[in-house]
C-alpha cells in the first residue's frame, strides 16, 4: 500500500492544529522516512495545539509511545482518543517532567525539540534526553534561526548560542583526528556546559554518529560508539598506474599515529573555542583602555596643576624683581646715604639694651 507522504497528511489534516515551515516537512520526509515502519517511541519537546502527534501517529505505521511535552498549563485540555499517546504539562529541562517523561518511557527512537528555542534551554534538552535516545535514534531541533537572536540567548557570534554547540558538536565528532595530546571530547564543550550549568558524558558524545545543518533545523544521528569510528581501510581493485601502494593497506584500521601531530599549532591548542575567549580578552582589553583614559585624564589634571604653579612661580618672580629694583633705587637715593648714621646709632642702642 502507498503510504501519503508528510506534506500530504499535512494537506488533508482536519483535527488539531500543527504549525511547521515548509523546508521541515521536507526533512523531516527525508531522515524518519527510515523508521516508518519500525517500531517508533518519539518524544517531542513543545506541542502548543498539539496537532503534531496526530500526524506523527499517521504517518508512523508502528507506533508504540508519542509523548508530547509542553511547558503551557492549557496543554493539560488535550485530550486523544489513542491511548498511545501522552501530554505532560510542564518544563522538560527539570527533575519532576523529566522523571514523568521516562517513567513513561525510557527510550526513545526520535525526540525533536520544538520547545522554548531559546539556546539554554536547547543545550540543556539535548544534555538531559540523548542519552534517553536508542542508539540508532535521531535527534531533531527545530527553529534555529531564533539562535541569531538576543531574545533567545543568541547571536550570529554568540559563543554560548545553540548553533554555536551543535557546530562544536561537528567538531567532536571527528575529535581523534585533532592531533593534539590530550584527547578529551567534552574539552571544546566544557565553556558552553558550564554556561548553562549542564553535563554531557564522554561515552554519551562517542555515540554522536552525525551533525547535521538544514536551514533552521538540526539533525543528530546516534549509533553505537564502536560504528562511529573510520575502522578499517577499504581498496578495491588491482591497478595502480597512477599513484601505487594502496593495495598492501585493504583491511588495515585507521591508527592515531597516522595524525600529524598540531601541539605546535596555536589554532588546535587553545583551552578555549576562540569565541568564548574573545569576550574575556575584549573584557581585559576594554579595561585597559578604561585605564588609560584614566591616567590621560590624571597627566591632563596634573599638567594643569603644573601649568598654574608655574604661572604662580613666574609672577613670584616679577614681584621679587620688582622689589629688587625698588631696593636698589632706594639704596642708591640720597637720603638714604644722609640718614645711614642713624641707622648705625638706632642699631647700636639695640644692640646694647638687649
Known amino acids: 500500500m502507498v503510504q501519503d507522504s508528510l506534506r500530504e497528511l499535512y494537506g488533508h489534516h482536519a483535527g488539531k492544529v500543527s504549525d511547521k515551515w515548509e523546508i521541515y516537512l521536507d526533512e523531516y520526509e527525508r531522515t524518519l522516512e527510515p523508521h516508518r ?12 495545539n498539539g496537532g503534531s502527534l496526530e500526524i506523527w501517529l499517521s504517518y508512523f505505521s508502528n507506533v508504540v509511545r508519542l509523548i508530547g511535552c509542553d511547558i503551557n498549563p492549557d496543554c493539560a485540555k488535550l485530550t486523544y482518543a489513542d491511548p498511545r499517546i501522552r501530554v505532560i504539562v510542564g518544563d522538560a529541562n527539570t527533575p519532576d517532567t523529566y522523571n514523568a517523561i521516562t517513567g513513561e518511557c525510557e527510550q ?24 534517553t535516545l536508542a542508539e540508532s535514534g535521531t535527534f531533531i531541533v527545530e527553529d534555529l534561526h531564533c539562535s541569531y537572536w538576543s531574545e533567545f540567548d543568541g547571536g550570529l557570534f554568540h ?14 565528532v571527528n575529535f581523534e583526528h585533532w592531533g593534539i595530546d590530550t584527547l578529551d571530547r567534552l574539552g ?16 554519551s558524545l562517542a555515540q554522536v554518529r552525525s551533525v547535521e545543518f538544514v536551514n533552521s533545523i ?39 599515529q597516522d595524525v600529524p601531530s598540531q601541539t605546535g599549532n596555536p589554532w588546535s591548542t587553545r583551552t578555549v573555542p576562540p569565541a568564548e575567549s574573545i569576550i574575556q580578552t575584549e573584557q581585559l582589553l576594554q579595561a585597559a583602555r578604561d585605564e588609560i583614559i584614566e ?18 612661580l613666574h ?37 646694647l639694651f638687649k
Request: net charge positive; aromatic share 6%; charged share 25%.
Open 37 to 48: 515502519d519500525q517500531p517508533v517511541h518519539l518524544l517531542e519537546i513543545g506541542i502548543q
Open 108 to 131: 526513545f527512537d526520535i525526540i525533536i525539540d520544538d520547545g522554548s528555542h531559546r539556546s539554554g534551554d536547547i543545550v540543556k534538552s539535548f544534555c538531559l534526553y540523548f542519552p
Open 159 to 172: 559563543p554560548y548560542s545553540s548553533l554555536s554547540f551543535f557546530k562544536l558538536l561537528a567538531d567532536v
Open 188 to 203: 571544546p564543550l566544557n565553556g558552553i556546559l558550564s554556561h548553562y550549568g549542564c553535563t554531557l558524558s564522554a561515552e
Open 218 to 256: 538540526c539533525v543528530i544521528r546516534k549509533r553505537p560508539a564502536s560504528s562511529n569510528a573510520l575502522g578499517r581501510r577499504i581498496v578495491a581493485g588491482r591497478e595502480e598506474a597512477v599513484i601505487p601502494g594502496h593495495i598492501p593497506l585493504h583491511g588495515t584500521r585507521f591508527s592515531l
Open 295 to 312: 591616567r590621560d585624564a590624571e597627566i591632563h589634571r596634573n599638567n594643569q596643576t603644573i601649568r598654574n604653579l608655574e604661572r604662580k
Open 315 to 351: 609672577s613670584e618672580e616679577d614681584k621679587a624683581a620688582g622689589a629688587a629694583l625698588i631696593n636698589a633705587a632706594l639704596l642708591r637715593s640720597k637720603s638714604w646715604r644722609l640718614t645711614a648714621p642713624l641707622r648705625w646709632v638706632a642699631g647700636m642702642a639695640r644692640h
